[in-house]
DNA sequence: CGTCTCGTTGAGAGTTTTCAATGTAAGTGG
DNA sequence: CCACTTACATTGAAAACTCTCAACGAGACG
């Protein structure tokens, strides 16, 4: 929870009042390596923040049961499908857990209210999601502007942390690459 | 600006006040076509909102001068990189009116002035956000998943009014695909 | 051990790009 | 009004990139 906290508190400021408030409205979850979290055709019921282990939020083909990963999150990131969970609609996307993994999840009337008893977290998400939009467009900017292996280089300088949490081959579909494909780059001297 | 209004609107309620107060603080610019808003290197100095006409985001490759499309906007659609108008750094985008098109602008400090005069504009702003990374996710997605001729197709589902007012070589960068190749996905019969 | 997961490697196939040429419509200046 | 330019779309052939398929290897784990 403290990693929530300290997320929160890199945009605006907490009192410990407010850490006991934001505290109230959230429960921990652990989930094993391969449970889902969200699965395709149900409602996102909660905002999820991983505290520890990754996650993968992806999207499977109705005819080839191909996986496509949309989104990988580790600690400090944000897991869920926004759209299903504020509108309550069904979701198209699954999200399971990578490795053991312990989240902190919200549902949407909680989230609602603790908005109101703390306005300024308005502020906060308004503020993430303004990086998260502008790391999507840059995320496009690179799948539509760049090959593979230079896609692949600028995934390692951005997130190094992420090579040692995430399969290979779950890098590659996020990177819209064939697993083997990114094995070949790998295999090339000059990374 | 009506059409600001109305977009709000969508999302929480304002009364004849409010909009008289969040009137006093945009200011209504005409662009010619092949005018700028922005242009890399330089920080972008308002949040755009489209009243008329249409506009392309786009990054400069250094090497090649080939322009890459990161975003399309027409009206009823923002037109801004939220990075470097949050942080005031200089942006590595370009915004270029296509045709002749009407903006209504606000810089930052008015940006955080009128936030503060209503509050009630952070979750507006929130909301629309979330709908953005939704969307950018679901572009990301197809780009991965899908080939040329589906994408085009999804595409013109999605936007069949974007296809009238956008060139198609505008519209083949957006979709990560050469201009070429969508011609001759056009040429095929079985759209 | 035997299985499961994940990574590697090679050959062939397929998609998409690049390059170059051509066409067309709209604007501009004489 | 006509010639000329500019912007945009089309087409074909060759090249480049990436994928698919298939086989194989290695490590983890029960």
Redesign the pocket.
Known sequence: MELLFSNIQRHISLSEEDKHIISSFWTIKRLNRGEHLLSAGSVCRYDAFVLEGSLKGYITDADTG?EEIVFLAVADWWASDLESFHTQHASSLNITA?TPATVALISLPAFNELLEKLPKLEKYFRIILQYHVTALLRRIYYRNAH???SRYKTFLQQYPALQEQI????IASYL?????????I??QKDL
């Open positions: 191909r990578i090959d593979a292996k399969p290979q081959y779950l819209g690459i064939s697993a083997e494909m990114l094995s070949k790998r295999a």
